[in-house]
């Protein structure tokens, strides 16, 4: 049996540790999704660059 | 621009950036400096310059420990990894650079000591293109301009076709007159040194890239090759 774990949370070093693929919500939207790494190294989206850098949140 | 919330983080960043470009204001002025002690037979210049490289070399430390410090404690993403990752990868290509105004420094007491040996246009030359391209690499790193990144990584070509004109020159007098041999090796040596300033400016301006993009353009060759 397949398991798929989501996790919701404001945790950045536990969003960059643990999942394979990170989806980023702001406010009800979904911002952007991709491999973990792309995330939080080289994000596509502003606002996604924007939060894992801490410009707001 | 959007600036972080944490205040102290984001001084820590700026502060990070003003080491860099001083450094790189320092390595600008010591290969300058070092070419002028060559063409003005000055070698009261060169001598600053040995002395001024151990302040690049402290410089090179204190980044290295700014570095360390914000990835310990301040845990980076995105463009700030990308930033800090540049700025220790870059801080090693300036203090080489350093080194490099050193021994064209050297070379120059060693040819000052003997007759000029002919018009040092081309050396000249060679050197504004050099410290040109690191300066346009700096400017690159601070605005963040990929156009100006490429195009010193461009440049390069231009420089060592320079080079190999004043190696050829060099070899000529060689041939001429046995008695050339020193001074025109001395030479040789400060023209290969500033050449390979200028690949040092080329890896500052493809780490820009990388810094900007994410992308990694170095080695596009040995990439190819490993499919």
Not at chain 2, 54 to 61: G, L, Q, T
Request: with cysteine.
């Amino acid at each position: 049996m397949r398991y798929t774990i989501v996790i919701v949370t404001h945790n950045m070093q536990q969003a960059a540790r643990d999942p394979d693929q990170t989806a980023f919500f702001d406010t009800g939207d979904l911002v952007e999704v991709g491999p973990t790494e792309q995330i939080f190294t080289t994000p596509r989206e502003q606002r996604t660059e924007d939060y894992v850098t801490g410009k707001f949140g | 621009m959007p600036t972080h919330t944490d205040k102290a983080y984001e001084a820590e960043l700026k502060d990070l950036r003003d080491k860099l470009l001083e450094m790189g204001g320092l390595v600008e002025r010591a290969i300058s400096s070092s070419v002028r002690s060559i063409t003005e037979r000055d070698s009261a210049i060169a001598e600053d310059v040995k002395e001024r490289d151990r302040e690049i070399n402290r410089m090179e430390v204190a980044v290295d420990g700014a570095c360390r410090r914000l990835l310990a404690l301040r845990q980076p993403a995105a463009s700030d990894l990308r930033f800090i990752t540049t700025a220790l990868k870059i801080v090693t290509d300036l203090e080489r650079m350093g080194d490099i105004a050193v021994n064209v420094a050297e070379r120059a007491i060693d040819l000052n000591k003997a007759p000029a040996l002919g018009p040092m246009h081309d050396l000249s030359r060679l050197a504004e293109m050099s410290e040109r391209q690191l300066g346009r690499a700096l400017d690159a790193f601070v605005t963040g301009n990929v156009t100006e990144a490429e195009e010193v990584m461009h440049g390069d070509d231009v420089l060592d076709a320079l080079y190999l004109k004043l190696f050829n020159d060099l070899l000529g007098m060689m041939m001429e007159d046995s008695r050339n041999i020193r001074r025109a090796t001395s030479l040789m040596f400060a023209a290969k040194y500033l050449e390979r300033f200028g690949d040092h400016a080329t890896n500052l301006a493809e780490m820009v890239v990388y810094m900007v993009r994410g992308t990694d353009v170095r080695h596009p060759k040995s990439r190819e090759t490993a499919g």
